[in-house]
């Protein structure tokens, strides 16, 4: 494909909107130096730091990018990418799902689609479904801040955005949509989305027949071995129902797969190395379609889920569990606590929050380094549905035990030179979301500074503050606020929370079984060769010592 050209009127208007931007802050316009207003439709663009964000990057450098990149498309990867390209040059929109497990190169593919089109002048928005895959992206934003897609989603929501707001305009003049990790958001914020589109896109020369997302281009991509959306004490059935697989959108979806394995063409392996990430690779997948042979250890169970783990993956218990994991993820530790480059490729991952806890303080206690500890202040929301004496019936010494997914615990102990992760999306642009990783290098008393160790910003120093966050469980009658710095030790993490990472050791500690879809083979998949994996199942019965259970939901299959 021969590079696209840009128009000399829209080189003008684009360096033109640059210098107003430049002008703006220092409370100085074009006119005040003579100079020609963009024409066309920049210059209602210049008020909407939405559209001018979406418009400041270097096309040249993006096309020199895109050319790169398009040269070293596979087959594969080439077929989505031209029907993508070839639906927005024709503007007939459409809906497209890339289906690949980890190393085919959606990203890439993502990257390169995203490179021609802004090269071109046009406005593509990334997003993901979690934060650590929207920072892969360039220029990505979680779809819930990006799209307004509300918490609390159910089949008639909307996304708040209003008609002639920024956002709207931003939308309308959207030419894509990429969307990462779909399988793991609920369909509702989907079918929101697509009522909010088809709401702002209707008009003059809207003729009445429904369009999926209001005829924009959307590209979905993912992997539904993964976890699927979570559905609080949701049934099986449940979960399938809420993927976006079961929604109406999906008939107008076109699925393109990618199964070339883009590891096995790295520079530098030899045959044997070829030869053992292609098994790897393969076992991978076998557990994550639930191809492994499994057993049934119990009459009661209605299928054999019982896979036996590879002799040379398995941590055999010698000291204690917790110590042996420890040792077999973090040797070294005693002289490596402080180098970033060992911290951030390695990790344990395991089932539950609380295990998680037990984990990172084990770890922190190791760290030769200073403690410091931050107490939140914890109180009842004072909306429509509290009441007067809420506070008698939770004091504060009550609501400091609560602990709530997403949030820190009321005691949040921290080290210089610790790994934590960021809980809640604080700057995306500069790599503070959801799910970012950071070591710390100053304690404050009322800020915590730390550098980034994932995702786009690697590297860059960050300040923390301490922020309110919300919290509501069903089993309690008010919404909690936790004033805390929005940070939880990442020594350890969840197998849901490690989802998007990339690791070279990992540790999968295993307490107790995997409870749902996809969390083994999530868990398994965050490393790129069987070398720098290590497994811990804590069985109480010896015919389990080297059994784990895999939940696969083979009907989530059906429609791929």
Same mark, same amino acid.
């Given at each position: 494909m021969a590079p696209s050209?840009?128009?000399?009127?829209?080189?003008?208007?684009?360096?033109?909107?640059? #210098?107003?931007?430049?002008?703006?802050?220092? &409370?100085?316009?074009? *006119?005040?130096?003579?100079?020609?207003?963009?024409?066309?439709?920049? #210059?209602? @663009?210049l008020g909407n730091t939405l559209l001018r964000e979406e418009i400041a990057y270097d096309i040249h450098e993006l096309l020199l990018s895109a050319v790169n990149m398009e040269d070293q498309l596979n087959p594969e990867q080439k077929k989505i990418y031209d029907a993508v390209l070839t639906a927005i040059n024709t503007d007939k929109g459409g809906l497209f799902f890339l289906y690949g497990h980890g190393g085919t190169g959606k990203t890439f593919v993502y990257k390169a689609i995203i490179s021609r089109l802004r090269s071109t002048g046009k406005i593509v928005l990334a997003v993901a479904s979690s934060g650590i895959a929207s920072l892969l992206l360039p220029g990505g934003r979680t779809a819930h801040s990006r799209f307004k897609i509300p918490i609390d989603i159910h089949d008639q929501s909307t996304c708040h955005v209003k008609k002639g707001t920024h956002l709207a305009d931003l939308l309308e003049q959207t030419s894509l949509i990429v969307w990462d990790e779909a399988p793991m958001a609920h369909r509702n914020c989907f079918e929101a989305l697509d009522r909010s589109l088809n709401d702002i896109i209707s008009g003059d020369e809207f003729d009445g027949a429904y369009k999926p997302f209001g005829g924009k281009s959307v590209l979905l991509g993912g992997d539904f071995?993964?976890?699927?959306?979570?559905?609080?004490k949701g049934s099986r059935s449940g979960t399938i129902h809420a993927s976006i697989a079961r929604s109406y959108l999906w008939k107008h979806c076109k699925i393109f797969y990618l199964k070339q394995n883009m590891r096995l063409n790295a520079a530098g392996l030899n045959d044997e190395e070829i030869s053992e990430l292609a098994m790897f690779s393969k076992w991978l997948l076998n557990v994550g379609e639930g191809k492994i042979e499994a057993i049934a250890m119990h009459e009661e169970e209605e299928s054999p889920t019982w896979i036996k783990i590879p002799d040379n993956l398995r941590v055999d218990p010698n000291e204690g569990d917790i110590q042996d994991i420890t040792s077999a993820v973090y040797d070294g530790l005693s002289s490596m606590y402080s180098n970033a480059e060992y911290l951030k490729q390695r990790a344990i991952i395991t089932g539950t929050n609380a295990v998680v806890d037990e984990l990172n303080a084990h770890i922190l206690s190791l760290i030769p380094t200073e403690l410091k500890t931050y107490l939140s202040f914890d109180s009842i929301s004072n909306d429509d549905s509290a009441?007067?004496?809420?506070?008698?019936?939770?004091?504060?010494?009550?609501?400091?035990?609560?602990?709530?997914? &997403?949030?820190?615990?009321?005691?949040?102990?921290?080290?210089?030179?610790?790994?934590?992760?960021?809980?809640?999306n604080i700057n995306q642009s500069i790599g503070l979301c959801n799910g970012t990783r950071l070591i710390i290098s100053r304690l404050g008393d009322r !800020?915590?500074? *730390?550098? #980034?160790?994932? &995702?786009?910003?690697?590297?860059?120093?960050? +300040?923390?503050?301490?922020?309110?966050?919300? *919290?509501?469980?069903?089993?309690?009658?008010?919404?909690?606020?936790?004033? @805390?710095?929005?940070?939880?030790?990442? +020594? *350890?993490?969840?197998?849901?929370?490690? @989802? &998007?990472?990339?690791?070279?050791?990992?540790?999968?500690?295993?307490?107790?079984?995997?409870?749902?879809?996809?969390?083994?083979? !999530?868990?398994?998949?965050?490393?790129?060769? +069987?070398?720098?994996?290590? #497994?811990?199942?804590?069985?109480?019965?010896?015919?389990?010592?080297?059994?784990?259970?895999?939940?696969?939901?083979?009907?989530?299959?059906?429609?791929?």
């Open positions: 050209t840009i128009s000399p009127s829209h080189v003008r208007d684009q360096v033109l909107v640059e #210098i107003q931007a430049v002008f703006s802050k220092n &409370g100085a316009t074009l *006119a005040d130096y003579n100079l020609p207003v963009p024409t066309h439709t920049l #210059i209602e @663009q071995r993964q976890i699927l959306p979570v559905v609080p009441s007067a004496d809420m506070d008698v019936l939770y004091p504060t010494e009550f609501l400091n035990s609560l602990t709530f997914n &997403g949030l820190p615990n009321h005691q949040l102990q921290l080290k210089v030179q610790s790994p934590v992760m960021l809980l809640r !800020v915590v500074e *730390a550098t #980034i160790i994932s &995702g786009s910003h690697i590297g860059s120093r960050v +300040y923390i503050p301490r922020i309110i966050m919300s *919290a509501k469980e069903s089993k309690w009658p008010f919404v909690m606020k936790r004033r @805390q710095f929005p940070l939880r030790l990442s +020594y *350890a993490m969840t197998i849901n929370k490690s @989802q &998007g990472q990339t690791l070279e050791k990992v540790g999968l500690y295993l307490p107790k079984p995997i409870f749902c879809h996809g969390q083994l083979y !999530v868990a398994l998949s965050r490393v790129t060769t +069987y070398k720098g994996l290590r #497994i811990l199942i804590k069985n109480q019965e010896d015919e389990q010592k080297f059994y784990t259970k895999n939940i696969v939901y083979n009907e989530i299959f059906d429609e791929l």
